[in-house]
């Protein structure tokens, strides 16, 4: 039963131009969402966060939106740089007092030079 | 001065033998979580704790026991390991209340069990 989704396994973009990763959920209790980076043997990192009562947060390059009625959230980054290549997970948590994180599978995000 | 470090990096045992990781944060962080990426990638918690004290456990098998000696360790015993052990275990820390949405993570510890 996964709550979060990212069903795009893959991802890659041309140097310069913008990436846009996806994430679904389907827990309508989930009320904050975050944007982890992972490189290879390496843990994750985080990006970027949005709270449920906002639609729009932004930082340098990234930029997350969140569509609450659609249940999905994306992450833009603009513009897209090698270094940014890496493995993006999705990650939500809910309104009860654990802040339990529920991740995604992750998406594999290749920059081309 | 690493902020969330595991040792060891990389674990290879047997079935039936009893292994330890060990985490340590010097964030001054309140709570610690365990994590299990399995072989679809996918990242579960398995505990959290908060002050020493355990608030949340997820249904793993009792043969994971977790220990905190003080809040800047959370250490993750695994007895009678099994084949379907085998996975990447990732300890992760944050501080309490709302800045648990933010989890900083340490580098992570395969276990492979043969």
């Known amino acids: 039963d996964q709550q979060v989704k990212q069903n795009s396994p893959s991802l890659s973009v041309q140097e310069g131009r913008i990436s846009i990763l996806n994430c679904d959920y389907t827990?309508?209790?989930?009320?904050?969402f975050l944007w982890y980076k992972k490189y290879p043997a390496e843990g994750p990192t985080f990006l970027i966060s949005i709270s449920s009562i906002k639609d729009k947060n932004e930082d340098g390059r990234f930029t997350v939106f969140l569509n609450k009625s659609a249940k999905h959230l994306s992450l833009h980054i603009v513009p897209s740089q090698p270094g940014d290549s890496a493995v993006y997970f999705c990650a939500a948590s809910g309104r009860d007092s654990s802040y339990k994180l529920i991740f995604g599978s992750g998406t594999r995000l290749l920059v081309r030079p | 001065d690493t902020a969330v470090s595991q040792t060891p990096k990389y674990l290879v045992t047997q079935m039936g033998n009893d292994k330890s990781i060990k985490c340590e944060q010097n964030?001054?962080?309140?709570?610690m979580y365990w994590y299990k990426q399995d072989s679809k990638k996918f990242l579960k918690i398995m505990f959290s704790?908060?002050?020493?004290?355990?608030?949340i456990n997820e249904t793993v098998p009792n043969r994971f026991s977790p220990k905190s000696p003080d809040k800047a360790h959370l250490n993750l015993h695994i007895n009678s390991l099994e084949l379907g052990d085998s996975a990447v275990y990732f300890c992760a820390s944050s501080k309490a209340g709302q800045g648990a949405n933010e989890q900083y993570f340490g580098p992570g510890t395969r276990l492979t069990v043969t």
């Open positions: 704790y908060n002050n020493k004290e355990l608030i």
């Open positions: 964030l001054g962080h309140d709570t």
């Open positions: 827990n309508s209790m989930f009320d904050y």
